[in-house]
Structure formats: C-alpha cells, structure tokens
C-alpha cells in the first residue's frame, strides 16, 4: 500500500517545490483506482449529486449520503488523504458544522471541506481546536449556484479579488489547512496561493496553484454534459484508466496542465 497521506505530508510536498494532485472518488472502486496510482488526495465531493446521482446541482446531497460515500471511499482507500464535502445547509452555524464534520469524520475521511468566506472563521476555528482539518472553498462555490445564477467565474473585478483573497487570509488564520479555488482567474489565483500559508488547490484557476482537482468522470470522459472549459479528457490519450490517471499526476507535476486553454483571464 502507498504511504498514507496526511495533511503534514502534503504541505512537505509543497515546501519543497512538488504539486500534488487531487481527484474525486465516491466507491471503493474508484478510491483505490485513484489512490494507487499516484494520486495524494481524494475528495468526496457532493459533486457526487450531479455526476453520480444525475441531479441538476449539488444542493439536495445530504450529510447522511456523504457519510455512505465517505466510507464506502475508506473501504478502497490506498493510502491517499480522504477529504468530505460538508453539502448544502450543514453548516449554518458552529454547532451544526461541528456535529456534519464529526460524522464524516466518523465515516472515516482526514478533512472535511467547505463553500464560503470569512464569514466562516469561527467555525473553521472551533473545527480546529476539535483536530478536524479544513479545506476552504472559494470563487465558484456550487452550492451558491442559485445566488449566483448559474455557474460564472469568479473574481474577474477589483473588488471581488480583494474580497477574495482578504476571505483567504482570514481563513487561514482562523485555522484552514489548505484553500480551493474554483473558475477564478489565473492571476488572481497565483495572487491569493503567493498571500497564504497554506496548500491552494486550484480547478479552473491556472497552473500557479499548489494542487490541481478534477472530477474523476470528467477526466476520464464519462460525463455524458459538455466539458467544462478547465477540464482534459485523460481517456482520450491512453488506453486505460490506470495509465490517464498516471497521465494527469505526471502533467500536474511538470506543470503541463491545466495548460492555458484550460484556464480564465
């Protein structure tokens, strides 16, 4: 078995200069194609809603759906640090946020993630002193996707890049472990992974981050919706899925992708 990842060892990676890489898994099946083939850390995303339960969007997964795929995750799990989607309306306030991460946990994931700003700090802090890691998503955050009115890049403003890396910096203070950006510009990205110390994982937000995600069915074209402009098709280029998994950690780590038709100005 690979060596288990831990958030420790992924900030050693990016230390010394190494990308990591990220992809989702939702079984047993695929947690174990992921994770022994050379990817860090798998996310359970609630992104599960829409490519696994063919729903319109991500806000009807419940917290009791994320806990089955958390462990069903576990049970196939080589080593890789498993990371949970917090879905829509479990985290409102710190006490409920507390008991949604507590049953992930329980089911087995190492972090859990969740969509929003600084308004999220004291929560993210009452996470840590209980030794739950967090991931922050900011820019496209998919359970916003009725405020925002569909899904729109982020970001692309002044003011709104300001807010987002202030948001960023807050956040990490108060205790996040790694930050995500999604469909934010490049630049801004680069921004905001250079203001923090912490992992930036970036999809759709160019190749200066510290780790790259894709969800699994999109890069290996199983994803019946037209690609998202960020995404590679691996599938189309190697034979198996073993080897596109390959394919995507190596041009992660070189640097090759997402190369600049995949990313927003």
Avoid at 122 to 129: E, H
Avoid at 153 to 182: H, N, P, S, W
Avoid at 220 to 249: C, E, R, S
Wanted: with cysteine.
């Amino acid at each position: 078995m690979p060596k288990q990842q831990t958030v420790s060892t992924i900030k050693k990676l990016v230390s010394e200069g190494e990308k990591f890489t990220v992809l989702t898994a939702y079984d047993a099946t695929f947690a174990h194609l992921v994770s022994s083939n050379g990817v860090e850390v798998i996310l359970v995303g609630d992104s599960l809603g829409m490519v696994f339960q063919g729903k319109e969007s991500t806000v009807p997964v419940t917290v009791d759906e994320m806990v089955y795929h958390t462990a069903a995750v576990m049970r196939g799990n080589q080593g890789a640090l498993v990371m949970a989607d917090l879905p829509f309306n479990s985290y409102g306030s710190v006490e409920q946020t507390l008991e949604s991460s507590g049953k992930l946990m329980r089911a087995g994931a190492h972090m859990v993630k969740l969509e929003g700003g600084a308004w999220l700090c004291d929560s993210v802090t009452a996470l840590s002193r209980a030794g739950i890691p967090t991931c922050l998503h900011l820019g496209l955050t998919p359970q916003s996707v009725n405020k925002f009115g569909g899904y729109k890049v982020q970001g692309r403003d002044d003011t709104a890049a300001q807010t987002m890396i202030c948001d960023a910096k807050a956040l990490v203070e108060a205790g996040a472990d790694f930050i995500l950006l999604e469909c934010v510009p490049a630049d801004l990205a680069k921004r905001v992974t250079e203001a923090v110390d912490a992992p930036v994982i970036g999809i759709g937000a160019g190749k200066d981050t510290d780790g790259q995600v894709l969800v699994i069915y999109d890069m290996l074209g199983l994803n019946p919706h037209k690609m998202a402009k960020f995404v590679k098709n691996y599938a189309a280029i190697d034979t198996t899925w073993q080897k596109a998994i390959q394919a995507y950690v190596q041009d992660v780590k070189e640097g090759h992708f997402p190369a600049p038709e995949h990313c927003f100005e």
